[in-house]
């Protein structure tokens, strides 16, 4: 099968990339150069004072122009090891080697640009005292000129002054509402735990009422169970005690039946004895022998 090269090819992205880095680098270059001119010949002139960029200004574009010629530079190394060709690599090294001289052409331009602009501004700033101090018409008009524009400062001074004042109130009652805010949100969590805690509480409580009840049925229980344990052990006793009264009669009898039956006829006598004769009595035992009880 044949393939087909597609117009978005790497090597193809990669030149493009190349291509495009150096169009940034010359838009870039001819704004920082034009920035750096206008530095340099800030404060020659007094007229349309009002329409100039401000020297602070000025310097941070031309370093916004540095830093982005700094980029392409960067953005050019890392492209060079990507290109596809001997040529194409050699040509952006050489263009790499030309930005660098370039960009430092630029930074001593600035620097030298900015001492320009300072001297500049002393220059007119001594043209600008003699002419106050000089006299004439045009002295006049420069001294009303710059009174207004004295007063104009004061008054937008005034103005800021107070737009920041109230802007320091707005922050601090937003602050405060924030900090109102918390203190809610803090509130409402500590009412939120405290209700937990109830339901917690709540439940606990119910969970020992239930216990108390089971144990109130439990002491009762037990104390029927001791009152009729009582009632039977009391019966038991009361059983075994007659019992006892009963065999230790009859023994006492027999006893005495036998004994009057050996002092006469023995058979005579026991069949005299008027007392009820207990079936199945052994009289062959030793009757000295102290009986047991049979419980």
């Known amino acids: 099968p044949t393939t087909t090269t597609s117009s978005s090819s790497p090597t193809d992205i990669v030149v493009e990339e190349f291509n495009k880095t150096k169009k940034d680098w010359d838009e870039a270059y001819l704004q920082t150069l034009s920035h750096i001119q206008s530095i340099e010949q800030y404060g020659k002139s007094r007229s349309n004072d009002n329409n100039k960029e401000s020297l602070p200004r000025l310097n941070g574009l031309a370093q916004d122009g540095l830093a982005m010629l700094s980029a392409a530079q960067f953005n050019l190394d890392l492209i060079i090891p990507q290109l596809p060709t001997d040529d194409h690599i050699q040509n952006a090294q050489l263009t790499?080697?030309?930005?660098?001289?370039?960009l430092q052409s630029l930074r001593s331009s600035l620097r030298n640009a900015n001492l320009q602009a300072k001297a500049n501004m002393r220059k007119a700033a001594q043209e600008e005292r003699e002419l106050l101090l000089g006299g004439g018409e045009e002295s006049t008009a420069r001294r009303r000129n710059l009174q207004t524009k004295a007063g104009m400062t004061s008054a937008a001074e005034s103005i800021t002054e107070s737009l920041r004042r109230t802007r320091q109130l707005m922050v601090q009652e937003v602050e405060r509402s924030g900090s109102t805010l918390m203190a809610f949100e803090e509130s409402t969590g500590v009412l939120k735990k405290a209700e937990s805690e109830y339901?917690?509480?709540?439940s606990l409580l119910m969970r020992t009422r239930n216990l108390l009840s089971t144990m109130k049925r439990q002491d009762v229980l037990d104390r029927i169970i001791l009152i009729v344990g009582f009632l039977l052990f009391s019966l038991a006793v009361l059983y075994v005690v007659s019992k006892r009264i009963g065999i230790l009669k009859l023994q006492r009898k027999v006893i005495g039946a036998i004994k009057a039956g050996m002092a006469g006829d023995p058979i005579n006598n026991i069949?005299?004895?008027?007392?009820?004769?207990?079936?199945?009595?052994?009289?062959d035992l030793n009757l000295e022998q102290p009986m047991h009880d049979e419980l």
């Open 271 to 283: 069949v005299q004895v008027n007392e009820p004769v207990v079936p199945n009595v052994d009289f």
């Open 96 to 102: 790499l080697q030309s930005w660098t001289k370039q």
């Open 199 to 202: 339901k917690g509480h709540v």
